[in-house]
């Protein structure tokens, strides 16, 4: 069973600060997927980034970044130049490539961003 | 259009009531999922459809009935729910090939049984 782990619940940040988001995960498939999702309060959740675990390079989009650590199970999501709409629930998930397309996500990590 | 759309946006019905929630897709995507979210909670995935065909069945309990008319349209019957089945029920979409694809959620249709 695919489990994954966020250890923060709450994280704070200064606009145009960089803040990293912790996400641990345990599966024993050595083919699956990451993803960072962000849920903005009263708004739609939406994808911020993916990585595919056969893959050794960091995904990045613009200000977002992953460091991903297969050896260690470890997957954090680091938001560089901080902005207010940043502010929201940022969950990890992970799915097996099954053809199931299952997303196991984390409990959360809530980002607080002050100007 | 990147748009999922649910209806209705808010809903209280009592523990006798029957209703329905919808769910609604045109990205041409093949696989149709319906999720409970409880408060500060993740969501909880519930059900799957693929190719209109009910791929996932979490264990959900029998008083939800999920529907998938065509490949665009997602239904979610309601019936003799209780108090713990409030919580925001989310639709989400996606392609449905060979490795994993973005899924894009609604904006949920917020429940409450009373």
């Known amino acids: 069973a695919q489990t994954v782990t966020q250890s923060q619940p709450e994280m704070s940040v200064q606009e145009a600060e960089t803040v990293t988001l912790s996400c641990t995960y345990d599966t024993s498939e050595s083919d699956y997927y990451l993803f960072w999702y962000k849920q903005p309060p009263s708004r739609q959740m939406i994808l911020v980034i993916r990585?595919?675990?056969?893959?050794?390079q960091n995904a990045t989009e613009n200000r977002f970044s992953v460091n991903f650590q297969k050896a260690a199970k470890s997957f954090s999501l680091k938001i560089s130049d901080s902005q207010l709409g940043d502010a929201a629930m940022y969950f990890c998930a992970s799915e097996l490539n099954t053809g199931f397309q299952k997303l196991v996500f984390g409990t959360g990590t809530r980002l607080l961003v002050s100007p | 259009d990147t748009e999922v759309t649910q209806t209705p946006k808010h809903l209280v019905m009592g523990m006798t009531n029957k209703k329905s929630l919808k769910c609604e897709q045109h990205m041409g995507h093949r696989a149709m999922y319906w999720y409970k979210q409880k408060a500060k909670k993740p969501p909880e995935l519930m059900f799957v459809y693929s190719y209109e065909k009910l791929s996932i069945n979490e264990s959900v309990p029998s008083r939800f009935s999920p529907e998938c008319p065509n490949s665009s349209l997602l239904n979610l019957h309601l019936h003799a729910l209780q108090p713990e089945d409030s919580a925001l029920y989310l639709c989400?979409?996606?392609?449905?090939?060979?490795?994993?694809?973005?899924?894009?959620f609604g904006p949920g249709t917020r429940l409450t049984v009373t």
């Open positions: 990585q595919e675990a056969y893959k050794q």
């Open positions: 989400a979409s996606s392609q449905n090939r060979e490795g994993s694809y973005e899924q894009y």
